[in-house]
């Protein structure tokens, strides 16, 4: 099965530096156009199966890089983004030091209050993953958020610790991976 990943365009809040978490900000036009973009370097690859987080910039991103009508999206809440509470809409510069230090180093730093756990996004990530291993796919598309695709790309290099925190991927990147014979092997990266 190949599997890719892709984070969703960018919106407002993106573009304003902004910590968005579960917020339904859906795409800008910038966004948008990336997905298409996005789309362009996928080319006329169809997926057996596209599935998306429930917020709408993964599900307008799924339907433009999966070339597919919205309601052919598979909606899986194991996907949506990090939970940030206090800490939505906040400026990435003006979150104060735990947010910043966690969201810099989770691997040193506890979640601050209100804010979703590194462990609590690996479990999902590894929920939605086995899960997806289990079906007869040979290609499927995942349209998600920079937090739990961190956790997401984690799963699929094998971390130990269960995240791939850096590099992120930017708005419209995408991760090609293969899984075969219970092994995941990273195929490609594409920058939208």
């Known amino acids: 099965m190949k599997i890719y990943l892709v984070r969703h365009g960018q919106t407002d ?6 910590m968005q978490g579960r917020v339904d900000e ?8 990336q997905a298409h973009i996005t789309r362009g370097l ?5 997926f057996d199966a596209v599935y998306a987080s429930p917020l709408g910039r993964a599900i307008k991103t799924a339907t433009i890089v999966g070339d597919v009508d919205e309601s052919e999206i598979i909606i899986d809440e194991r996907l949506i983004e990090t939970e940030f509470g206090k800490y939505d809409k906040c400026k990435y510069k003006r979150m104060g030091p735990a947010m910043t230090l966690y969201w810099a180093l989770p691997e040193i730093f506890p979640a601050p209050d209100t804010v979703e756990t590194v462990e609590s996004m ?4 590894r929920s939605f993953m086995q899960e997806l291993e289990e079906k007869d796919y040979d290609t499927v598309l995942i349209a998600a ?3 739990i695709l961190r956790a997401l790309n984690g799963y699929l290099l094998e ?5 791939k925190w850096r590099p ?9 991976y293969e899984y075969k014979d219970g092994k995941h092997t990273l195929l490609d990266i594409l920058r939208g």
């Open 13 to 18: 809040l993106n573009k304003d530096e902004r």
């Open 26 to 33: 859906p795409l800008n036009e910038t966004g948008i156009k």
């Open 42 to 46: 996928v080319g006329d690859l169809k």
């Open 122 to 125: 690996v479990s999902r990530a």
């Open 145 to 147: 958020h920079g937090g």
């Open 159 to 163: 971390k130990k610790n269960g995240i």
């Open 168 to 176: 992120k991927m930017h708005n419209c990147d995408v991760r090609i």
